[in-house]
Every structure is written in C-alpha cells, then in structure tokens.
Nanobody
C-alpha cells in the first residue's frame, strides 16, 4: 500500500510559479513511475507529466505544459515534484499525483496507476 499526499498548491498570478510536491509512504517508492494529473471544474481529468521508476530517466509532458512544467523525483525523500512556471489561468485545476508500479511515466489515461493522492488546488488569476 502506498499513500500519496500532495502539497504546494495555492493562488498565484498569471506568469508566476508554483512547485507541487507529492510525498509517498513506504520503502518501495523507487519502484513506482509517477504521474501528475489535473482536473478543472466541468472538465475531464488530464495527464500533465510523468516520470519513470527508479532514477526517473524518462519523462513525459502534455503538449499544453511542455517547456513550462518540469517533473522530477527524489527517491531519498520519497517525493516527486512538479515545478510550474509561466502559469496561465487555464492551468487552474486540482492537481493529483499517481503511482504506477514499474511505470515509465507515459500512461496518460490514468487507468494503469495503482495509487492516487487527494489532490491540491492550483488557482491562477489573470
């Protein structure tokens, strides 16, 4: 069992930055590929970014965030991060992290992920 807890959300002006964190319980964090997803009101959940298990050598991004967001992981701290720069109002959503055993961080529909966090709200004002 893996428990995921997100933090770092908040209110920021357009053009600003936030760094989200997702802390995982347990001693097998490095075995999990990690993903960040978001869901805005009235919209379906969408993939944001993913990172492969172990050293995180493979990353993947949605086209809408490529060049602005960066996913990374620190296995010593059991944490995955999402650095978000140049934020836009359309980035407003609840952001959730998810874990997939032996995942490579490229699955975008969420079905392959085994565990999910509760989410953290990100609001970008114009």
């Amino acid at each position: 069992q893996v428990q995921l807890v997100e933090s770092g959300g908040g209110l920021v002006q357009a053009g600003g930055s936030l760094r989200l964190s997702c802390a995982a319980s347990g001693r097998t964090f490095s075995r999990y590929g990690m993903g960040w997803f978001r869901q805005a009101p009235g919209k379906e959940r969408e993939f944001v970014a993913g990172i492969s298990w172990s050293g995180g050598l493979s990353t993947s991004y949605a086209d809408s965030v490529k060049g602005r967001f960066t996913i990374s992981r620190d296995n010593a701290k059991n944490t995955v991060y999402l650095q978000m720069n140049s934020l836009k109002p359309e980035d407003t959503a609840v952001y959730s992290c998810a874990a997939e055993l032996w995942g490579v961080g490229r699955h975008r529909d969420g079905k392959e992920y085994n565990y999910w966090g509760q989410g953290t709200q990100v609001t970008v004002s114009s």
